[in-house]
């Protein structure tokens, strides 16, 4: 098993900055990738950023790209996502989870372990 935990929400102004830590624990030696989704009131499961274990291949959602990086610590056993330029549309849940697949990066259904969740709100 695998234990995520975010942390670093809260309330932030537009155009404002915020960095989301999310620290795994348990077997994470099987991980092969990590991500982070966000979910808005009656709205889906958005994909917001991937990262494989070794660093070297990162994805990103359309509607973050430029303004958002993920990146890992693998001697913390820490993901963070930075938000900057945050925009009212951006307020959301933001979950941290883990695969055990090489790929899918961008997918929900190919993480298997996901943390409980931080909400993130723009106010405008």
């Known amino acids: 098993q695998v234990q995520l935990v975010e942390s670093g929400g809260g309330t932030v102004q537009t155009g404002g900055s915020l960095r989301l830590p999310c620290a795994a624990s348990?077997?994470?030696?099987?991980?092969?990738?990590l991500g982070w989704f966000r979910q808005a009131p009656g709205k889906e499961r958005e994909f917001v950023a991937a990262i494989s274990r070794s660093g070297s291949i990162i994805s990103y959602g359309d509607s973050v790209k430029v303004r958002f990086t993920i990146s890992g610590d693998n001697a913390k056993n820490t993901l963070y996502l930075q938000m900057n330029m945050v925009k009212p549309e951006d307020t959301a849940v933001y979950y941290c989870?883990?695969?055990?697949?090489?790929?899918?990066?961008?997918?929900?259904?190919?993480?298997?372990?996901w943390g409980q969740g931080t909400q993130v709100t723009v106010a405008s």
């Open positions: 348990g077997r994470t030696v099987f991980i092969r990738g």
């Open positions: 989870a883990a695969r055990t697949t090489v790929l899918g990066g961008s997918s929900s259904t190919s993480y298997a372990y």
